[in-house]
């Protein structure tokens, strides 16, 4: 219920920003294909809306819906149901236009940008431990997470037109990130046990560590990516 009404709130101000703007040619849609594939944190059907403010300052709201289980998400048992939702407001500074690189012609925002956003994602998991941290012991363990994630990042990235109204926009930037969480039927325990993990990085042993390790933790955050977009 409390997930539907945050919805319910971003969609009705995104329709109420557009129809105050789209008669203006103030509006961009905006389309993230990247989230996708983001099992690194979660993958979502996603996308938002940007309107203008001033001659410089832009607002940006988007909205992510978890359409597919993770990669983590391999355990036969359900303890819930595999949802998720992200939400992200970010205020932006466009400077002048500016050629930069191997662009021909001006870049269509180069830009400066804050943004807080939120995810919330439930999903079963199943790892393998090592009981009292031995290691001819070694258990399977399935359970079920709910994870909530708050932060904050600062980017940098511009906007290139590629035909007609349609833009693609390519950003990077840094910050930090709370995440929260919290478990259902573990036995592993952090303190007694440790996790049977691969040498070689992986995303599944990332998520796999915080999903058992639970509790909240701040640690860096690194974003980027591309957006598709249609100016009105």
Request: proline residues 2%; charged residues 20%.
């Amino acid at each position: 219920m409390v997930m539907k009404k945050k919805l319910l709130i971003t969609v009705l101000l995104y329709a109420l920003a557009f129809f105050s703007n789209a008669q203006t040619g103030k509006v961009s849609i905006k389309f993230a294909p990247l989230a996708l594939m983001d099992d690194i944190s979660m993958p979502t059907i996603q996308g938002g809306m940007e309107v203008k403010l001033s001659n410089h300052f832009f607002w940006y709201n988007e909205v992510g819906i978890k359409y597919r289980k993770c990669v983590n998400e391999l355990t036969d048992t359900s303890f819930i149901d595999s949802k998720g939702f992200k939400l992200k407001s970010e205020v932006r500074y466009y400077f002048n236009k500016t050629k930069i690189g191997i662009f021909k012609e001006p870049v269509a925002g180069l830009y400066l940008a804050g943004n807080l956003f939120y995810i919330n994602d439930n999903h079963n998991t199943k790892i393998n431990y090592y009981y009292k941290k031995d290691s001819s012991i070694t258990l399977q363990d399935a359970f079920a997470v709910h994870k909530k994630v708050f932060g904050i990042n600062l980017l940098g990235g511009f906007q290139h037109s590629i035909y007609k109204n349609f833009v693609i926009d390519m950003f990077a930037g840094i910050g930090i990130r709370i995440r929260v969480v919290n478990t259902e039927n573990k036995e592993f325990n952090k303190d007694r046990d440790s996790l049977v993990q691969t040498i070689d990085f992986s995303v599944l042993s990332i998520r796999n560590y915080v999903d058992a390790a639970g509790g909240t933790s701040i640690v860096p955050s690194i974003t980027g990516g591309i957006r598709l977009c249609y100016n009105f």
